[in-house]
């Protein structure tokens, strides 16, 4: 089995694999993908606003805000798998 992140190779297995390994993987591939998305808005951010210092306040508490988002849905993930 072969498991692709965004239509990019991300990792492969062979023969009997434990469910938790997957899970693991399938953990770090949506990291993986938050990670991207965040230095993509990171990157966009600092084009929009380049000119005008002030607006850095404004740009990492956006990046805050959405890092603490992802902490959260995280946290709502295990909760939910615990059940």
């Known amino acids: 089995m072969v498991m692709f992140v965004d239509g990019k190779y991300f990792t ?9 390994m ?6 770090q591939a949506k990291l993986k993908i938050k990670k991207e998305e965040l230095i993509v808005l990171k990157n966009n951010l600092k084009k929009v606003f380049k000119k005008k210092p002030k607006w850095n ?12 988002n992802q902490k959260e849905s995280q946290k709502e993930w295990k909760f939910e798998r615990s059940c």
């Open 12 to 20: 492969h297995y062979e023969g009997i694999v434990p469910e938790e």
């Open 22 to 27: 997957i899970e693991s993987d399938i953990k």
């Open 57 to 68: 306040a404004l740009i990492k508490r956006i990046i805050n805000s959405h890092q603490t």
